[in-house]
């Protein structure tokens, strides 16, 4: 039998993982989000237009980005 911490890091804090969770799941169940534009998942950089469809792995590490705007 193979164990899994069923869980992964969201900006260095554990949260509760779930099999075929995607970027989008996730999003959905935590708080301050609306800024999320893009993500850090496990060193690789994800944007919002393919969060529903990028499927997060147990033992993922992930960085929300916000979106930085200048002049």
């Known amino acids: 039998m193979v164990w899994h911490n069923l869980l992964i890091e969201v900006n260095e804090k554990q949260v509760q993982w779930s099999e075929n969770m995607t970027i989008a799941s996730l999003l959905k169940t935590l708080d301050?989000?609306?800024f999320c534009s893009v993500v850090r998942l496990?060193?690789?950089l994800?944007?919002?237009?393919?969060f529903a469809e990028t499927i997060i792995e147990d033992n993922a590490?992930?960085?929300?980005l916000p979106l930085v705007s200048g002049g």
Do not use: C, D, R, T
């Open 46 to 50: 994800v944007s919002s237009p393919k």
């Open 32 to 34: 301050n989000v609306e």
């Open 61 to 64: 590490k992930m960085q929300m």
């Open 42 to 44: 496990n060193g690789k």
